[in-house]
């Protein structure tokens, strides 16, 4: 710590004991209304090694940061940050583009001829991946998991267009489980945008940023683990990719979306209408995704809301925020355009009246910091490379009935370097737009979704 700063230190310290007097719990678990995160600078920047743990146990997948050490071929294709975050507002744009379009269209204005054929959102830059094994004998597949689309798709043989990521595409010559959907079958004429040819059915997925993804509907065996499969698995079998990137590092999704074709539905007869996951604090350390009722670690739930503009999308109450322990000055109404919960946005989005309010509090309690330059999207950055300690006030998600989530501290900050670690929220450019609870700030939470009974459950502690 610089001695400059040290009598401001202790003043921190003092203010820190003060505020957080009517808590005296321990860092780690269910820390409801502490006031500050006690953190040593060090700890904030991710390490080069990978300490993952191996997920045992039924349908539990490993769940990796896709651009860090736990990534089974690491590349010199890198990413940066601020593409990230260009990726994640694409993403974060098209689903608001995609809930106003449907919006429009249920009030009697003709649907948009670009909205996009499956659910909008974007492919983004999703993050975390999963492995998953596809057909007889089994290949394995790093892909992206979304709750913001409902398809799942990998890239197939015979390629028309094909990127390069690690694993070579899908080839459904060499699988004994492999068919073809028919055109007339229910599954092909209840996708949003299908086609027929050979009398085969042919998916197409446009994202808002014209990256698709077409070739024909499969069926195949999922291996969930290596013990369960999933048969006749419906997914788009990819054979024309474009505007992927090899850096994308994945071959391809898997839709955890509420509709239709989503996995979910798929699984729910089988499993019930039930998954959960936990995404790591940091890309050192690999989290899990569990589909179905099985092992769903214990939680506090809030309602699944569904609206039908958007059906596909997990909305949740939000109604207020605390920072430090204390609820902000925030009108209930702020939120009322509505919150989605998803996977695949990496930085929280809020209406901007909220974001302020946050924002101001959280510069409030920082101001003993330095600032330093925005990142991207990101506007209340300090460089916190003079100090081997620092305080972060905590925050908190409140949502109508009553149930908090407490976002841990490696969510609170996006550190690209200790020189510049940003606030990891985001306000949207108007409150009509819906609110995203991104992946950053539900770091090793378990979060499970109930879909059957309509609630969303998180519990403390899901993953390192
Ligand atoms: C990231 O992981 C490393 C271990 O690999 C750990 O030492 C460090 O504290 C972690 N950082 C955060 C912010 O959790
Ligand atoms: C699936 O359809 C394609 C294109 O019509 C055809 O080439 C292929 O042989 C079919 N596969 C099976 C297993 O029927
Ligand atoms: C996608 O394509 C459309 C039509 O060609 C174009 O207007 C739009 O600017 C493109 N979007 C991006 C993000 O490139
Ligand atoms: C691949 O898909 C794009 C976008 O839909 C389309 O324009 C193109 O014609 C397709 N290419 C082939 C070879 O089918
Ligand atoms: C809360 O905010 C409203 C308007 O945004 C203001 O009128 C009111 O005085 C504030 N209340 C407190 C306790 O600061």
């Given at each position: 710590m610089a001695s400059s700063s040290s009598l401001l230190h202790c003043c921190v310290l003092v203010l820190a004991c003060l505020l957080s007097s009517h808590s005296s719990q321990a860092l780690g678990g269910n820390n409801r209304d502490k006031a500050w995160h006690i953190v040593e600078v060090k700890s904030l920047l991710p390490s080069s090694v990978c300490s993952s743990a191996k997920e045992k146990g039924f349908n539990r997948l490993t769940i990796i940061?896709?651009?860090?050490?736990?990534?089974?071929q690491p590349t010199n294709k890198k990413i940066t940050d601020a593409q990230i975050l260009r990726k994640d507002q694409d993403r974060v744009d098209s689903m608001h583009y995609y809930v106003k379009s449907a919006k429009k269209a249920t009030i009697g204005e003709s649907l948009s001829v670009s909205l996009p054929a499956q659910h909008g959102s974007s492919y983004g830059t999703g993050n975390y991946v999963v492995k998953i094994g596809m057909g007889t004998p089994r290949k394995d597949f790093s892909v992206v998991f979304d709750t913001g689309s409902d398809l799942s798709w990998i890239q197939c043989k015979p390629c028309k267009a094909c990127y390069n990521p690690t694993d070579p595409p899908f080839d459904p010559t060499l699988s004994s489980t492999y068919s073809n959907v028919s055109c007339s079958s229910k599954d092909c004429t209840r996708l949003e945008k299908s086609f027929c040819s050979n009398r085969q059915c042919q998916y197409e997925v446009r994202y808002l940023d014209n990256s698709t993804t077409n070739g024909l509907l499969a069926r195949d065996t999922l291996t969930l683990s290596p013990t369960d499969r999933l048969l006749n698995f419906i997914f788009g079998c990819g054979t024309n990719n474009s505007?992927?990137?090899?850096?994308?590092?994945?071959?391809g999704l898997i839709g955890l979306g509420r509709d239709r074709v989503s996995l979910i539905s798929q699984a729910s007869s089988k499993y019930g209408a039930m998954f959960s996951y936990c995404l790591p604090s940091n890309s050192s350390f690999t989290g899990y995704l569990s589909i179905g009722t099985n092992s769903v670690p214990k939680a506090s739930f809030t309602s699944m809301v569904r609206k039908t503009d958007s059906p596909s999308f997990y909305y949740i109450n939000l109604i207020a925020l605390k920072v430090g322990g204390k609820l902000l000055n925030i009108s209930s109404t702020v939120f009322s355009a509505g919150t989605v919960i998803d996977s695949g946005t990496v930085i929280t989005r809020l209406p901007p009246t909220a974001y302020v309010k946050l924002r101001d509090a959280f510069q409030q309690y920082m101001e003993m910091y330095p600032r330093a330059p925005n990142l991207d999207i990101l506007d209340t950055c300090y460089d916190l490379s003079k100090y081997r300690e620092m305080y972060v006030p905590a925050i908190a998600f409140v949502f109508s009935d009553g149930t908090t989530l407490d976002v841990v501290f490696s969510g609170i900050l996006y550190v690209p370097q200790e020189s510049q670690a940003c606030l990891a929220f985001a306000g949207n450019s108007d409150d009509s737009d819906i609110g995203i609870i991104g992946n950053m700030q539900q770091k090793t939470v378990n979060v499970i979704y109930d879909i059957a009974n309509h609630k969303i459950g998180f519990s403390y502690g899901g993953c390192k």
């Amino acid at each position: 710590m610089a001695s400059s700063s040290s009598l401001l230190h202790c003043c921190v310290l003092v203010l820190a004991c003060l505020l957080s007097s009517h808590s005296s719990q321990a860092l780690g678990g269910n820390n409801r209304d502490k006031a500050w995160h006690i953190v040593e600078v060090k700890s904030l920047l991710p390490s080069s090694v990978c300490s993952s743990a191996k997920e045992k146990g039924f349908n539990r997948l490993t769940i990796i940061h896709r651009h860090g050490p736990c990534t089974p071929q690491p590349t010199n294709k890198k990413i940066t940050d601020a593409q990230i975050l260009r990726k994640d507002q694409d993403r974060v744009d098209s689903m608001h583009y995609y809930v106003k379009s449907a919006k429009k269209a249920t009030i009697g204005e003709s649907l948009s001829v670009s909205l996009p054929a499956q659910h909008g959102s974007s492919y983004g830059t999703g993050n975390y991946v999963v492995k998953i094994g596809m057909g007889t004998p089994r290949k394995d597949f790093s892909v992206v998991f979304d709750t913001g689309s409902d398809l799942s798709w990998i890239q197939c043989k015979p390629c028309k267009a094909c990127y390069n990521p690690t694993d070579p595409p899908f080839d459904p010559t060499l699988s004994s489980t492999y068919s073809n959907v028919s055109c007339s079958s229910k599954d092909c004429t209840r996708l949003e945008k299908s086609f027929c040819s050979n009398r085969q059915c042919q998916y197409e997925v446009r994202y808002l940023d014209n990256s698709t993804t077409n070739g024909l509907l499969a069926r195949d065996t999922l291996t969930l683990s290596p013990t369960d499969r999933l048969l006749n698995f419906i997914f788009g079998c990819g054979t024309n990719n474009s505007g992927f990137s090899d850096s994308d590092m994945t071959d391809g999704l898997i839709g955890l979306g509420r509709d239709r074709v989503s996995l979910i539905s798929q699984a729910s007869s089988k499993y019930g209408a039930m998954f959960s996951y936990c995404l790591p604090s940091n890309s050192s350390f690999t989290g899990y995704l569990s589909i179905g009722t099985n092992s769903v670690p214990k939680a506090s739930f809030t309602s699944m809301v569904r609206k039908t503009d958007s059906p596909s999308f997990y909305y949740i109450n939000l109604i207020a925020l605390k920072v430090g322990g204390k609820l902000l000055n925030i009108s209930s109404t702020v939120f009322s355009a509505g919150t989605v919960i998803d996977s695949g946005t990496v930085i929280t989005r809020l209406p901007p009246t909220a974001y302020v309010k946050l924002r101001d509090a959280f510069q409030q309690y920082m101001e003993m910091y330095p600032r330093a330059p925005n990142l991207d999207i990101l506007d209340t950055c300090y460089d916190l490379s003079k100090y081997r300690e620092m305080y972060v006030p905590a925050i908190a998600f409140v949502f109508s009935d009553g149930t908090t989530l407490d976002v841990v501290f490696s969510g609170i900050l996006y550190v690209p370097q200790e020189s510049q670690a940003c606030l990891a929220f985001a306000g949207n450019s108007d409150d009509s737009d819906i609110g995203i609870i991104g992946n950053m700030q539900q770091k090793t939470v378990n979060v499970i979704y109930d879909i059957a009974n309509h609630k969303i459950g998180f519990s403390y502690g899901g993953c390192k």
